[in-house]
T-cell receptor, first 116, second 112 residues
């Protein structure tokens, strides 16, 4: 039972390079999220999606783009990486807040990104 | 803009002691979530509080929600070393947004 899978788990980039983080979930969840975690800052929401083909900005969206072309996948892109984007990135998914779901999120294992 | 504040940020306590972690949030919300994160690991769901006055308990942890005060508490009873972790609360920014905002976390260290 895979749950939420993130790839890659580790990556080192040079300033100005681009990359994409992939999040895949096999729970048929509607909602998907990208957070970044930095020491002393907790988790901050970058972008999220409430369904296939939709995306919305979170608290810290600048410098990132996302796409949700398939329900099970949520991609996070960095077009021109900066040292300030060095962080641990977490993907999460949730079924929704319908009658049969509580809104809790299920997290991937995280992706550690270093930008030199 | 929704703000979620936790205190304390760091907590070092002796085994067997009791303590409470507080989570305050700035806008109306009737849903609040608690998560646990072990060092270097992912987050796992602890409690889901869905209405004013909700109380959930599991083992030595008990969570409660007061939506009028915009406050949730996570109470630790007779702490043990295995509870050492970082605890986060999270709030839905508004009905129907599904935009979950997290607090800064409380790093708990239980000393033997």
């Amino acid at each position: 039972n895979a749950g939420v899978t993130q790839t890659p788990k580790f990556r080192v980039l040079k300033t100005g390079q681009s990359m994409t983080l992939l999040c895949a979930q096999d729970m048929n969840h509607e909602y998907m999220y990208w957070y970044r975690q930095d020491p002393g800052m907790g988790l901050r929401l970058i972008h999220y999606s409430v369904g296939e083909g939709t995306t919305a900005k979170g608290e810290v969206p600048d410098g990132y783009n996302v796409s949700r072309l398939k329900k099970q996948n949520f991609l996070l892109g960095l077009e021109s990486a900066a040292p300030s984007q060095t962080s641990v990135y977490f993907c999460a998914s949730g079924l929704g807040q319908g009658a049969r779901d509580t809104g809790e999120l299920f997290f991937g294992e995280g992706s550690r990104l270093t930008v030199l | 803009e929704l703000k979620v504040e936790q205190n304390p940020l760091f907590l070092s306590m002796q085994e067997g002691k009791n303590y409470t972690i507080y989570c305050n949030y700035s806008t109306t919300s009737d849903r609040l979530y608690w998560y646990r994160q072990d060092p270097g690991k992912s987050l796992e769901s602890l409690f889901v509080l869905l209405s004013n006055g909700a109380v959930k308990q599991e083992g030595r942890l008990m969570a409660s929600l007061d939506t009028k005060a915009r406050l949730s508490t996570l109470h630790i009873t007779a702490a043990v070393h295995d509870l050492s972790a970082t605890y986060f609360c999270a709030v839905d920014a508004g009905s129907g947004t599904y935009k979950y905002i997290f607090g800064t976390g409380t790093r708990l260290k239980v000393l033997a």
